[in-house]
Each structure stands twice: as structure tokens, then as C-alpha cells.
């Protein structure tokens, strides 16, 4: 039975795939800082290595595992947090695979990549540099954007607030993935020998949407008179420069002014494929997978099926 290790198994990745590969029997290895409700400590082919709050030396736990997946992210995407999270935790774990001889690594990484800009994406690409020389069998997946990271406004607009978007809401593209679909690409890595030793960029089976096609979908599912309020991206750039003029006194406007480069790149960049011939971003070139869209999604969290889970990128969009 293949003995899989999930780094980042607490996180909105993470636990789906925990919860795909223990439904397809595989033995899974997860760590984590927090005891979490979502998964069942009585099952037999689960096991929780606790993660040491001082230092890595729960990494020398970790023994006979046949596959390493990880879904680490740096929670706040700060420069010092990707340095450690992206691309130091994640080159240990590497280390360690090799160590145990273990044979495959498979990392979920970020389409944006491709253009990078942000302290973020450089770690990623960094550690992605390591895992291609490695000698084991990676296989690095690019996802687009994460439902949840569309689904920030829908407190708002629930609220009769308007729908928020930069320029004329159509900047960007993507074609959005759901977890669970993303979930279940992740592990048919580790059988499919066609996405071994690649680099697979991967969006959902939704024709790509731009902001203000989100925003027309969750007037009409949620039922709310449709309200828009739009910003030029101009009003990023100026709050950055005055956070930036405050940074070398405030660590706080510091750390901001990355936030505020984040939102700026997510307002003017698509999570699809950038073709470097045309110069352009390609939904056609883009790999779908899966089966949910972002409207039965949207659907879903009306009728409370699931749970509304937003993160701090998912305002950006
Ligand atoms: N949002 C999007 O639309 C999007 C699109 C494409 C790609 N991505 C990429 O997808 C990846 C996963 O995203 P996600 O939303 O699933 O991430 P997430 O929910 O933020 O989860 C991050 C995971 O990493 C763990 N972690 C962070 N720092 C750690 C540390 N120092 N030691 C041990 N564990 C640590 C977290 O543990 P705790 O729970 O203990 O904090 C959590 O399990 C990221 O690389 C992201 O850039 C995101």
C-alpha cells in the first residue's frame, strides 16, 4: 500500500487531498501545528506526526514514505514567511525524501509563476529550480485560481453592498479549480507516469471569467440587485507609495505595501497560460481538468451544503 506524506495537510489543499487519498486507500502521513476537526484520528491508515513549535526535527519523523506531496504555503505571503515556508520548509522535506529514498515529490505550486513579480513567487520558483534537479520523479502542479479565492465578496453583496472590481472589471481572466478536483489531479500523479518529470499548469472545466463575470454569476445566484463599484488600478499604486515612503520606520507599512503588490498583481494579471510568443494570456492553452464550476459552487454555499471558506488573497480578485 503506497505510503503518502502531506506537508500543508491543514490547509484548504491540503486537507482535500488527505481526504481524496484516504477514499482511493492510500496510508497517509500528515503534520501539523494544530489539532484539526477535519480529519478522523481513529482511522487506521492515518498518521499525525505533531509539529515541533521550536524547530524542523519533526521532519527526522518522518520514515518509509513511498510519495511526498506538499501543499506548504507561506499563510501570509510576506517575503520572510515565503523564504521560510516555500522554499526553506519545503527544500528540508526534500532532503529528507531523498534521504529515506523515497522515489516521487510532488509539488502544487501557482500558474502566476510564469510571471514572477512578487517575493512569493520567486521562493516558489526557487524551490521548484531544486526540485528539477533532484533526480527524483517531481511532478509540480500550477494551478489557476481557487474557488474560494472568487468567493471574498459574497458577505458583501449578501449584504446589499456593491460588487467590487479594478478598471472596467474585465483586466483578467481565470478558469477556476475547484479543491476537490485539484485534489484528485494532485494524486493521479502519483500513478500517471505522463505527469512525471513535468511542470502541469491546471484549471476547472468553467469557461475563463473575468472579475465582472464573478460578480453578474453571484448577483444571479444569491438573488441581490445587481450594485458595482469599480477602482483604477492607480489607487493601488498610490497607496503603495505612501506605505513605501513609511516603510523604513514601520514594519507594518512594510509588510503592507507587499499585500498592496499582491493586490495589485492579482488586478492586473490572469491565472491562465501566458504565451510568450503572442505576449498575451491564453484560456485556450490553458489545461482544464475536473468537473465542478464556480456556480454550482456558489450554489452550494447558498443552500449551506458547504461552508464559506475565504482567504486573504480572495479579496484580490
Ligand atoms: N488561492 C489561490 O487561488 C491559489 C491559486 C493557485 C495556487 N495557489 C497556491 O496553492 C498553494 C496552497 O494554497 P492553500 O490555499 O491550500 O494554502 P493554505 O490554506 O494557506 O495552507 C497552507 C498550509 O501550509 C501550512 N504551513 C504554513 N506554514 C507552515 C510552517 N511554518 N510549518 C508547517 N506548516 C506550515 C499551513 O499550516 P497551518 O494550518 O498550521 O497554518 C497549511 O496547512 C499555495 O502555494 C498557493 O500559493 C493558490
Given at each position: 500500500m503506497?505510503?503518502?506524506?502531506?506537508?500543508?495537510?491543514?490547509?484548504?489543499?491540503?486537507?482535500?487531498?488527505?481526504?481524496?487519498?484516504?477514499?482511493?486507500?492510500?496510508?497517509?502521513?500528515?503534520?501539523?501545528?494544530?489539532?484539526?476537526?477535519?480529519?478522523?484520528?481513529k482511522d487506521q491508515n492515518l498518521k499525525v506526526v505533531e509539529i515541533s513549535k521550536s524547530d524542523n526535527s519533526w521532519i527526522e519523523n518522518l520514515q518509509g514514505i513511498d510519495v511526498f506531496i506538499s501543499c506548504l504555503a507561506s499563510r501570509s505571503g510576506e517575503p520572510k514567511d515565503a523564504r521560510s515556508v516555500d522554499f526553506k520548509l519545503n527544500k528540508l522535506l526534500l532532503e529528507k525524501a531523498k534521504r529515506i529514498k523515497c522515489s516521487q515529490f510532488i509539488l502544487l505550486s501557482a500558474i502566476c509563476v510564469q510571471k514572477p513579480r512578487l517575493a512569493f513567487q520567486f521562493e516558489k520558483l526557487a524551490f521548484e529550480k531544486e526540485l528539477k534537479k533532484s533526480g527524483l520523479n517531481f511532478s509540480i502542479i500550477r494551478p489557476t485560481a481557487y474557488f474560494k479565492s472568487l468567493s471574498g465578496q459574497i458577505e458583501n453583496i449578501k449584504k446589499g453592498k456593491p460588487y467590487v472590481y479594478f478598471g472596467n472589471g474585465e483586466l483578467t481572466q481565470c478558469n477556476p479549480i475547484s479543491e476537490k478536483d485539484l485534489s484528485l489531479f494532485i494524486l493521479s500523479c502519483v500513478t500517471d507516469k505522463n505527469k512525471w518529470r513535468k511542470i502541469l499548469p491546471i484549471g476547472g472545466p468553467n469557461q475563463s471569467l473575468t472579475p465582472k463575470n464573478v460578480g453578474e454569476m453571484l448577483f444571479e445566484v444569491f438573488e441581490v440587485t445587481p450594485k458595482y463599484k469599480s477602482f483604477p488600478t492607480k489607487l493601488l499604486d498610490a497607496i503603495r507609495l505612501l506605505l513605501l515612503i513609511a516603510a523604513p520606520f514601520s514594519s507594518w507599512a512594510k509588510s503592507k505595501s507587499e499585500l498592496i503588490k499582491i493586490a495589485k498583481y492579482y488586478a492586473t494579471e490572469s491565472m491562465l497560460i501566458w504565451d510568450e510568443n503572442k505576449l498575451c494570456y491564453d484560456p485556450f492553452k490553458t489545461p482544464s481538468t475536473g468537473e465542478d464550476t464556480l456556480e454550482q459552487y456558489f450554489h452550494a454555499i447558498k443552500k449551506q451544503r458547504i461552508e464559506l471558506e475565504i482567504d486573504r488573497d480572495s479579496k484580490l480578485y
Open positions: 503506497t505510503k503518502i506524506f502531506v506537508a500543508g495537510a491543514t490547509g484548504y489543499i491540503g486537507k482535500n487531498v488527505v481526504k481524496s487519498a484516504l477514499e482511493q486507500n492510500f496510508k497517509v502521513v500528515i503534520a501539523t501545528r494544530k489539532v484539526s476537526a477535519d480529519f478522523d484520528l
